[in-house]
């Protein structure tokens, strides 16, 4: 059982836009803590897609955006594309687990 | 460039304990916390603890209390992982991930190591 909550797949046609959740709790996304994103292809270590609830590391194509609101998180894909097929993590902190890191359970998106 | 280099792929009894190595390269290595995190096959990813490289503080998820022990070698610029007492549901990949300081994410990961707990 994941601390995150995250929807266990998503799709959609190429071009389109799509979202991914991410819940939490009081004691973490809600505590005020920033939300992270990572998007993991298959066999390959996960990647850094998003820091801070909505920045993008360098290299991160601005089709990918973030959000966060009270005890949730979003990721945002616009104009999908077929490389963008991969599983995306959720992650933060969590002062009830006395300063564990916590991940979502992952989301896979299927580009149709 | 910044990098994280972990040691090659391990099979393992039960019972029996696994040592990963990470190598940092491209930067301080003291500087910056090391985070271990472990995926099952198929599964999300399981955040296991960390450690200070700088002080060797150490701090491990309640999931794995007793099991596990996080080390360093600062004049090997290489951080350890070792879990003890394996069992068959620990057959997992396992990464080292760095994260800045005051910054709860990891922008730079190792390439993984498998490790396989078969009789």
């Given amino acids: ?112 | 460039q910044v990098q994280l280099v972990q040691s090659g792929a391990e099979v393992k009894k039960p019972g029996a304990s696994v040592r990963v190595s990470c190598k940092a390269s491209g930067y301080t290595f003291s500087t910056y916390t090391i985070h271990w995190v472990r995926q099952a096959p198929g599964q999300r990813l399981e955040w296991m603890g960390w450690i200070n490289t700088g002080s060797g503080k150490t701090k491990y998820s309640q999931a794995f209390q007793g099991r596990l022990t996080f080390t360093r070698d600062t004049s090997a610029d290489t951080a350890y992982m070792e879990l003890s007492s394996l069992r068959s549901e620990d057959t997992a990949m396992f990464y080292c991930a760095r994260e800045s300081p005051g910054t709860f994410y990891f922008k730079t990961w190792g390439q993984g190591t498998l490790v396989t707990v078969s009789s």
Avoid: M
């Avoid at chain 1, 991914?20 to 709790?25: E, H, P, Q």
């Avoid at chain 1, 990647?47 to 979003?74: E, H, Q, W």
């Avoid at chain 1, 959720?90 to 991940?103: E, N, T, W």
């Fill in chain 1, 1 to 112: 059982q994941s601390v995150l909550t995250q929807p266990p797949s998503v799709s959609g046609a190429p071009g389109q836009r799509v979202t991914i959740s991410c819940t939490g709790s009081s004691s973490n996304i809600g505590a005020g803590y920033d939300v992270h994103w990572y998007q993991q292809l298959p066999g390959i270590a996960p990647k850094l897609l998003i820091y801070g609830n909505n920045n993008r590391p360098s290299g991160v194509p601005d089709r990918f955006s973030g959000s966060k609101s009270g005890t949730s998180a979003s990721l945002a894909i616009t104009g999908l594309q077929a490389e963008d097929e991969a599983h995306y993590y959720c992650q933060s902190y969590d002062i009830g687990l006395s300063g564990s890191r916590v991940f979502g359970g992952g989301t896979r998106l299927t580009v149709l």
